[in-house]
């Protein structure tokens, strides 16, 4: 269950849960079609350091379905109306996959309180976005047949060698998502990625990536607007969940230098 439920700014309930404490609190925010649980293997070992917040974004977990746009600014104002309901003066956010985007909209409504951002697996390149055209391809599968769209790109985003039974408890988790949800969120969040650029500028704060050596990252893209890569051999999209081990030490390695 979760240690708390705060209203986000239209109304829906938003589902989190706290462990351990510190002054620099960590705030996790999961990827499209997920949720808090998908941090399983990493509350408890950041805690033991860290203050660390694990959030349902609206529409996900046990967080409410009551919204008529499911956007990555509505999303950005779930995790700071968190951050805010926590009382939270200096936070790190970590987002998963689309929470890279959700981070750094939160972070937008939380200037002064955002020592760093960390994404994982969000962009592999920055500079060169999607079209519109293109965007509208990636979306069409979806649109005719969610759930069977969604089970095939989850296997893809796995490597070959990873274990069966974790590809597919996620492929069955994320395809089972409400439609409009799901929908709602894949749009915007590719929408979001056509400018990302421009909030990441304007913001100017630290940013991490943390991102799989396979498919390769373009680095110097990334660095060409102020975003560091760090890269984990041997996993794929779902690090944090394929090897938690060596992922909680990588992780814990680049929050420490934000932390204090």
């Known amino acids: 269950m979760a240690d708390g439920v705060v209203a986000a700014p239209d109304g829906v309930p938003i589902a989190y849960e706290v462990h ?7 705030v996790l925010v999961h990827g499209w079609s997920c949720d808090r649980t998908y941090w399983r293997g990493q509350l408890e070992p950041l805690s033991r350091d860290f203050r660390v917040v694990a ?85 069409d599968p979806f649109r005719a047949d969610l759930a069977g769209a969604t089970r095939e790109l989850v296997r893809g985003l796995f490597p070959a060698d ?4 974790l590809v597919e408890w996620v492929a069955a988790d ?55 890569v760090v890269l984990m051999s041997h996993v794929g999209h779902f690090l944090m969940l394929e090897d938690p081990q060596r992922f909680n030490r990588l992780l814990s390695d680049v929050v420490k230098r934000f932390a204090s």
């Open 162 to 165: 990873a274990e069966e039974s």
């Open 55 to 139: 959030i349902d974004l609206a529409g996900h977990g046990e967080s409410g379905l009551e919204r008529e746009a499911w956007t990555i600014e509505a999303f950005g104002a779930d995790v700071a109306t968190v951050v805010g309901e926590l009382e939270l003066d200096r936070v790190i956010l970590i987002g998963h996959s689309m929470g890279g985007d959700v981070v750094l909209e939160a972070a937008r409504r939380l200037r002064g309180r955002v020592a760093a951002l960390i994404w994982l697996d969000t962009y592999s390149h920055l500079g060169s976005p999607r079209t519109a055209d293109q965007v509208e391809a990636i979306l």
């Open 174 to 228: 994320m395809a089972a998502a409400p439609r409009a949800v799901a929908l709602g969120a894949l749009e915007s969040s590719f929408t979001y990625g056509r400018t990302v650029t421009t909030p990441l500028q304007e913001l100017g704060l630290p940013v991490v990536a943390i991102n799989p050596e396979s498919p390769s990252t373009d680095v110097s893209s990334m660095e060409r607007y102020g975003v560091e």
């Open 20 to 26: 351990g404490a510190g002054p620099t609190a960590l």
